[in-house]
């Protein structure tokens, strides 16, 4: 399994990157990528599994974790994302509360809050797909089970303050 960040020239890609002053502006995960990969992510149309070579033709991975587990326990974390996150809305409100904040941050230095105040349960941003990784985290290696735990609120995380936390 790997956790991987990225960027593209999509208008949204451009803008989180510049109002961030960070190098990636996307999240997600890839399952059984010795065999090509499957990715599991949010975009605006949602969460949803997308073929992984298709997916690298869109977007430049900037950061990549690589988790080592046993198949097994890919299989059951793959199944658990699927079973609770597939075929969920996009997070349209988080996601304009988090441009908003980027706004305000860019502008006049003003820091984001902990804590996204438009959140939707049920609808996700990409980095919200972290909360998958952490149900999970029977099935994790504990170090990166307990990083997960750290983070008080996904949808108000940058996708590169997301990786700084899960690598450090």
Same mark, same amino acid.
């Not at 349209?92 to 809050?113: E, G, I, M, Q, S």
């Given at each position: 399994?790997? !956790?991987? =960040?990225?960027? @593209?020239?999509?208008?949204?890609?451009?803008?989180?990157? =510049?109002?961030?002053?960070?190098?990636?502006?996307?999240?997600?995960?890839? %399952?059984?990528?010795?065999?090509?990969?499957?990715?599991?992510?949010?975009?605006?149309?949602?969460?949803?599994?997308?073929?992984?070579?298709? %997916?690298?033709?869109?977007?430049?991975?900037?950061? /990549?974790?690589? $988790?080592? &587990? #046993? !198949?097994? *326990? /890919?299989?059951?974390?793959?199944?658990?994302?699927?079973?609770?996150?597939?075929? *969920?809305?996009?997070?349209?409100?988080?996601?304009?509360?988090?441009?908003?904040?980027? &706004?305000? &941050?860019? &502008?006049?230095? $003003?820091? !984001?809050? *902990?804590?996204?105040? =438009?959140?939707?349960?049920?609808?996700?941003?990409? $980095?919200?797909?972290?909360?998958?990784?952490?149900?999970?985290?029977? @099935? !994790?290696?504990?170090?990166?089970?307990?990083?997960?735990?750290?983070? /008080?609120?996904?949808?108000? $995380?940058? #996708?590169?303050?997301? %990786?700084?936390?899960?690598?450090?």
């Amino acid at each position: 399994m790997k !956790l991987i =960040w990225t960027k @593209s020239n999509l208008p949204l890609s451009l803008f989180i990157r =510049w109002g961030l002053k960070q190098d990636c502006s996307h999240f997600a995960i890839v %399952f059984d990528d010795d065999n090509g990969g499957i990715v599991f992510e949010s975009n605006l149309l949602g969460t949803h599994i997308k073929w992984f070579p298709t %997916f690298k033709d869109h977007c430049a991975i900037v950061h /990549e974790i690589e $988790v080592k &587990l #046993p !198949l097994k *326990k /890919e299989e059951a974390i793959y199944q658990a994302t699927l079973s609770h996150y597939d075929d *969920k809305s996009y997070d349209y409100k988080a996601f304009a509360y988090f441009c908003w904040r980027t &706004l305000l &941050l860019r &502008l006049f230095n $003003v820091a !984001l809050p *902990k804590k996204n105040a =438009w959140d939707s349960k049920g609808a996700y941003i990409c $980095v919200g797909l972290a909360k998958a990784l952490r149900d999970a985290k029977d @099935s !994790l290696p504990k170090k990166l089970a307990k990083k997960l735990e750290s983070v /008080e609120d996904f949808e108000m $995380v940058s #996708p590169h303050d997301l %990786f700084h936390i899960l690598s450090d």
